[in-house]
């Protein structure tokens, strides 16, 4: 049987391609704004397992042809080391960046950086096994 990419990674690289189809392009503009995608995800530490995978299912993703190549992302990997102080600092260097979409996980990481990221007013994706939160 082939190895398949969970659904759960196959549904945020999706919801991050559409929100980037969303992105605003200047008048007279010829080449599309890049969109940047801040990414605060465990890549170390006792939750590093999500992370990782979160980074690798986009990265594949984002590998593949583009087709028309107008649609051009960026993405910041940031590893929070399973860390929700770790996770606060690395927001607030990446929000001066003026990123286009926050993605964060997971649960303990986001929890301390979810309202700072709704009071800016970026989409926020977040890579939670939680069905309590908003």
Do not use: C
């Not at 080449?31 to 940047?36: Q, S």
């Not at 605060?40 to 594949?60: D, F, K, W």
């Not at 190549?69 to 600092?89: E, F, M, R």
Request: charged content about 15%.
């Amino acid at each position: 049987m082939k190895n398949r990419l969970p659904i759960a990674i196959v549904v945020v690289i999706a919801a991050l391609l559409a929100a980037g189809l969303w992105v605003w392009n200047p008048p007279g503009s010829t080449k599309p704004a890049a969109i940047k995608v801040a990414a605060n995800i465990p890549l170390s530490g006792p939750l590093a397992t999500y992370g990782v995978a979160v980074r690798e299912g986009a990265s594949m993703a984002l590998a593949e042809p583009a087709g028309t190549g107008i649609l051009q992302i960026v993405v910041d990997w940031q590893d929070n080391a399973s860390d929700p102080k770790s996770a606060v600092s690395i927001f607030q260097k990446q929000a001066l960046d003026k990123p286009t979409i926050y993605v964060s996980g997971v649960k303990p990481q986001t929890m301390a950086i979810k309202d700072e990221v709704s009071k800016i007013g970026l989409p926020h994706f977040v890579w939670i096994f939680d069905a309590q939160i908003n």
